[in-house]
């Protein structure tokens, strides 16, 4: 089931790439693998997704023990709390989703401490939703002017998840201005900044995240079928 279902989203995806006028081979797939366990994680990654990413710093240390991602590299997606960081920062590529300033001052700390340098993307509330974390897009190029000033964190990109919308096609235009903005930070020329990557696109709007110069999108639904929010979790916490 896992394999048919990447298979079928690389499909979709190649067929928005070349809609869009891109190289297929531009753009990643990254299984969001919240509240999957580790075997479901090793089929995903077995029927080749590019990356998974994980939310929860438990879920994250507990399936990496278990050997879930052999063979892919991981990122964490999620809200991370400082007082994780240690747990986080040199253990995984990329570090998606650093939504605010002491938090990217302490993975800085915590990447100098073991002297590794942690690629790491800015996180974007593109729709102003008091409910999202993340800079806003004014904040946004204003911080990667400042990445001289944390030697041990590379910006690697942009990432962000726009309002849950009715009507496919509605966050277009979150998904361009995302472009803009990191099409603006990159001409900019900046230090301490290889901006490669535009991680935007879910199960629902993948397509039209790659219209709009996605370059990593990230599934879980797609691949894993739905997930048991609330309900009563068996042992394992996740959907039958
Ligand atoms: C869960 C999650 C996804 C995947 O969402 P689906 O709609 O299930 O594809 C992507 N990004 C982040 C940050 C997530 O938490």
């Excluded at 891109?22 to 590019?50: F, H, Q, S, W, Y």
Aim: with cysteine; charged share 25%.
């Amino acid at each position: 089931m896992i394999a048919e279902n990447i298979a079928s989203i690389r499909a979709r995806m190649d067929e928005a790439a070349r809609r869009a006028g891109r190289d297929p081979k531009e753009i990643l797939l990254c299984a969001a693998t919240k509240m999957n366990d580790a075997a479901r994680v090793r089929e995903a990654v077995a029927a080749g997704v590019d990356c998974c990413g994980e939310n929860r710093v438990q879920e994250l240390v507990q399936k990496s023990a278990a050997h879930a991602y052999d063979g892919a590299p991981v990122h964490f997606i999620g809200h991370l709390q400082t007082n994780k960081v240690k747990q986080v920062v040199g253990k995984v590529e990329l570090i998606q989703s650093v939504d605010r300033l002491p938090l990217l001052q302490c993975i800085e700390k915590e990447a100098a401490r073991q002297g590794v340098v942690q690629d790491i993307l800015l996180e974007v509330n593109v729709g102003g939703e008091e409910s999202k974390s993340g800079f806003t897009p004014e904040q946004t190029p204003l911080i990667a002017a400042e990445m001289d000033a944390f030697p041990h964190c590379r910006l690697r990109g942009l990432m962000a998840i726009p309002p849950v919308s009715k009507n496919s096609g509605d966050n277009r235009r979150f998904f361009a201005e995302i472009q803009r903005i990191a099409v603006d930070i990159i001409a900019k020329k900046q230090h301490n900044i290889r901006m490669d990557i535009l991680s935007m696109g879910m199960t629902d709007d993948f397509e039209d995240a790659i219209a709009c110069g996605s370059t990593m999108v990230r599934v879980g639904t797609a691949i894993f079928g739905a997930r048991n929010y609330g309900g009563t979790p068996d042992a394992t916490g996740l959907p039958k």
